[in-house]
């Protein structure tokens, strides 16, 4: 088990998706003020979240939604799960958010050429934003799933195999001597993974997730802005027991809309246990503990089960 920062001069320690040379890793490294955190490779997503709860990092940075492939269920899941009162992971918000333009690239042990190339290792989530490439010029590849683009890329290097190949981050071509055959072979050039910083809950309001904020680049407001400057964002979950009746969601939805709360996005995820039965994952434009997002919440909280809010924070600027 690592041990978390000790001693006035030590860094915040983060949590991420490993090992070295995933976006994962790329975004931390964006996003962070420069030497202000020391990164810590994680074997998952699981992994990182579960660091965090179990105080052995400050923060995590984990992916949470790709422009081309929507939404990463896995960490839905999870913050949903850990904002839970009886949850193990009891104590975790979202602090922060950064987006990353995503640069995929082909490479190998050695130059190899398209044709000898047998079979593809990446990131399950990363075949579909690169789906031109790999059914026009390696139909006859098979794709296999990695635990992470970087780790994609040091199995390949390390098996020394002319037919075998990775999808992954120029990055990881360096660090683990790979050879970057194809640069470039995502779908398009606007491909973008959000991601969020974690940290342990201190309360919902906007004030309390202030005070656990992470040493980001300007607050994550973007170059030139302050984080009060910045547009904010709240991320909530929400279910409830008359889901089965008739305009139960459209209800729900109202509380935002006649408040002319905007929703950024809203997506259901199965509940454990029942087959139909959903929770929904929704982004407000508003600060949490501030009118009229907390009106919003009231009304909702008396027409569902249960209303979570997964964090309070400053709005993403573009990459």
């Known amino acids: ?72 269920d896995v960490t839905l899941d999870l913050l949903a799960d850990a904002s839970s009162p009886e949850g193990e992971a009891a104590a975790v918000q979202i602090v922060g958010e950064t987006l990353l333009r995503v640069r995929h690239s082909l490479i190998c042990a050695g130059n190899t050429a398209l044709e000898e190339i047998r079979s593809v290792l ?68 606007d491909n973008e993974t959000r991601f969020v910083w974690l940290a342990p809950a201190s309360g919902a309001t906007a004030d309390a997730a202030a005070a656990k904020a992470p040493p980001l680049r300007c607050g994550g407001a973007g170059e030139g802005a302050a984080a009060g400057d910045a547009e904010w964002k709240t991320s909530l ?16 939805l109202d509380q935002f809309a006649r408040r002319e709360i905007n929703l950024l996005k809203i997506e259901s995820r199965p509940r454990r246990g029942r087959m139909g039965s959903y929770r929904f994952f929704a982004d407000a434009a508003a600060r949490a503990g501030e009118p009229p997002l907390s009106d919003a919440l009231a009304g909702l909280a008396r027409i569902c089960e249960e209303v979570r809010v997964l964090g309070s924070y400053p709005a993403a600027a573009a990459p």
């Open 237 to 252: 979950v929400f279910w409830g027991a008359g889901a089965e009746r008739a305009g139960w969601l459209v209800r729900c």
């Open 122 to 189: 990446t990131h399950p989530q990363v075949p579909g934003q690169c789906t031109r490439f790999l059914r026009g010029e390696l139909a006859g590849a098979q794709v296999l799933a990695a635990s992470s683009t970087a780790e994609a890329v040091r199995a390949v290097v390390a098996a020394g195999e002319r037919d075998r190949a990775a999808i992954g981050t120029e990055l990881a071509a360096e660090i683990y001597g790979g050879v970057v055959v194809r640069a470039g072979v995502q779908d398009r050039d």
């Open 1 to 72: 088990m690592s041990a978390p920062s000790e001693g006035p001069g030590a860094l915040p320690r983060v949590g991420y998706l490993g090992p070295a040379g995933t976006f994962s890793e790329q975004a931390l490294l964006a996003s962070a003020r420069e030497g202000a955190v020391e990164p810590v490779a994680q074997a998952g997503i699981y992994e990182a979240v579960m660091a965090l709860v179990h105080g052995e990092v400050e923060y995590a940075i984990v992916p949470i939604e790709n422009s081309l492939e929507g939404s990463i």
